[in-house]
């Protein structure tokens, strides 16, 4: 690993391969499918804790005293496209033993038997959707096993379906499922699409058409409540206890700043002018901050350079964003004419004005640092990581739950993955959140700080 675990990690690290290691031996020996959890905050280092235990169940580890499974074969499902590349990243960032080759993100020209073993495959629901070049003819869930498929495209040989069950069947190997449940955002789902996402998940759990059922269903969630969601289809499989990270723990790693400063003015209208200006000066002065209490440190490790995200609707005006650009950059005229990206689902560049400014991917965000203002609609919930994002302010409504522990997890990590001495403001966060339901919202703060389990 390329990062020293925290203690509360090492733990979850430590008790996750031995759910592994009993779960394998119920499959091979008693032929007994197996689910569990593992649930910790956001911003406890939920992909790093997996790398870890990846790691380990590929090249074995003295430490745990955990012997590598040499047909090791690891499904990571996620929710959206979007987050395979960014797990995928996130994995080879933490994992020194892994090589960029043994993670695959499935695309529609997979063709092959079987996984193999030793490889991480990540896979999302998108994929396995009715219409996709991965699955089309396959029998669909209602059809009788024995049926006659229909005609694969591209002379394809197999579809997904098929290279799972007999990844499953093949004794040699064992099939690690992961169940993504933490990072699925705030995108709004159509009823049928939730729907087939759950048919999907429940087949792949279950299996279906005399497939076999998952073999090992390891979930990683936020909440054991969402684990439970995703697996309440589920049919004879034994459970294990679910493993769930104190969030006290995480609090006094270090990993998460000390407080989330809320606000929640009252505005007409979707937008406002005024709020973004206050928020360009908090980005101003935390900037100045970071500067002041790295000009005593010998090098530039100790210099964080803050981010301002702005989270924008859905589908905003041409005249909204001009307006947005135009406001920062009153307020801010420093700043340097590619300081402004955004992650929008359309990967354009926004010519507006005087304004160009470009898209840049959220698992590119953190890095790069000339990127001062970012604009965001649901991507800044999705699973992206990046510490250096001290201050939000959102024009979009949030009520749910979940959203709202997404969105500010994202925004509560420590930069430098520990806390600052001498400047209470270093370890805050800013957000400033005019549409968001003020009870969830403070009441999921402080759970994340671990004040309120």
Known sequence: MRFMLKDYQDDAVEEVLRNLADARDDWHRRHRPVAFSLTATTGAGKTVMAAAVIEALFEGNDDYDFEPDPGAVVLWFTDDPSLNEQTRFRLMEAADRIGH???????????????????????????????????????????????ERSVMPDARSFTMWDTIRNTIENDQLTLYVILDEAHRGMKQHSASDRAERSTIVT?????????PPGTIVWGI?????????????????????????????VQESGLLKDDI????????????????????????ETT???????????DNKELVIPLLVVQVPNTPSDDLLLSAFNTISDEWPELAPNAMAHVFG????????????????????????????????????????????????SFRAAQDKTHITQLLGR???????????????????????????????????????????
């Open 411 to 453: 925004m509560v990590r420590t930069p430098l993955a520990r806390r600052v001495p001498g400047d209470d403001r270093l370890n805050s966060v800013e957000c400033v959140l005019p549409h968001f339901n003020r009870a969830t919202a403070t009441t999921i703060a402080e759970m994340l700080l671990g004040k309120k389990a």
């Open 203 to 211: 087949r792949l759990i279950n299996g279906v058409n005399g497939d």
């Open 101 to 147: 080759s043994r993670l695959v993100v499935i695309e529609n020209t997979f063709n092959q038997e079987k996984l193999e073993p030793g490889k991480v495959y990540f896979l999302n629901a998108q994929k396995l959707s009715r219409n996709s070049m991965l699955v089309r003819g396959a029998p669909e869930e209602e059809q009788e096993p024995l049926i």
């Open 221 to 249: 969630s936020a909440t054991v409540d969402r684990f439970n969601q995703a697996m309440a289809k589920a049919e004879g499989r034994t459970s294990y206890p679910p493993i769930v990270v104190d969030s006290r723990r």
């Open 288 to 298: 100045a901050l970071w500067q002041k209490y790295a000009a005593g440190k010998d």
């Open 346 to 393: 359309e990967h354009t560049v926004i010519e507006l004005g005087a304004h160009a400014v470009p898209h840049v991917s959220p698992e590119k965000v953190q890095e790069s640092t000339h990127v001062r203002v970012l604009f965001a609609k649901d991507a800044v919930s999705t699973g992206w990581d990046c510490p250096r994002a001290e201050v939000l302010v």
């Open 261 to 284: 400063r809320l606000g929640f003015p009252a505005i007409s209208g979707q937008f406002d002018t005024v709020l973004l200006k206050q928020a360009t000066r908090k980005a101003k």
